[in-house]
């Protein structure tokens, strides 16, 4: 095969990907515009670094694992920048009356993927799980990575993806028991995909 070729293929099918890096960055950043810029210089930094790429690898995980150390770049990159504000704005909307138009909460991915397609206590128990065990269950039961994938992309131990899915999983079950009455399972799994 051509390099030229090669390179065709390898575009074809990292952009094959780019609905579930959207999905993820999105969940990442809770903004739209940052989401979009975030999966954007994924792919930048995919294809300056197609070389090396091993064919025959995960390449979905490849990707996932570049959108995640960009992100986690760039939440270190804001913290070390200088924070401005200006006081008379943040003193004036302190003193003044709400905005009743306003909301107060974001809407975020997994509310607007949960809002339609899972139970309601489902969605309720998924939005309630602390940051890490959400990742975690989100990342094996929705995008259906491997343990060993996900411990790349976060950089943890598999031994710690597989206790932060445990739990998070564990965590899912006792909300949703407690939430149905009298309802009993067999077992505390809840796969979001439908495997496990």
């Not at 200006?86 to 009743?100: I, K, L, M, N, T």
């Not at 077992?187 to 979001?192: F, G, I, K, M």
């Amino acid at each position: 095969m051509t390099d030229s070729r090669k390179a065709a293929t390898f575009e074809a099918d990292a952009l094959a990907c780019i609905d579930a890096l959207y999905r993820t960055a999105l969940r990442l950043t809770r903004v739209p515009a940052d989401a979009e810029d975030l999966v954007q210089e994924t792919y930048l930094k995919a294809f300056r670094a197609e070389s090396r790429f091993e064919p025959g690898t995960n390449l979905k995980a490849w990707l996932f694992t570049i959108l995640h150390n960009t992100a986690r770049n760039r939440v270190r990159d804001r913290a070390r920048e200088a924070v401005t504000f200006d006081s008379e704005a943040v003193d004036r909307a302190a003193d003044g009356p709400p905005d009743p138009g306003a909301s107060r909460f974001v809407e975020t991915p997994e509310t607007l993927l949960l809002r339609g397609t899972l139970d309601p206590d489902l969605k309720a128990a998924v939005e309630a799980l602390p940051e890490a065990f959400r990742q975690a269950v989100w990342l094996r039961d929705v995008e259906e990575f491997s343990y060993a994938e996900i411990a790349q992309m976060l950089t943890i131990p598999v031994g710690t993806v597989m206790s932060r899915i445990s739990r998070g999983r564990r965590l899912l079950f006792e909300r949703l028991t407690a939430s149905r009455s009298g309802a009993v399972a067999d077992e505390p799994r809840v796969a979001l995909s439908g495997k496990s």
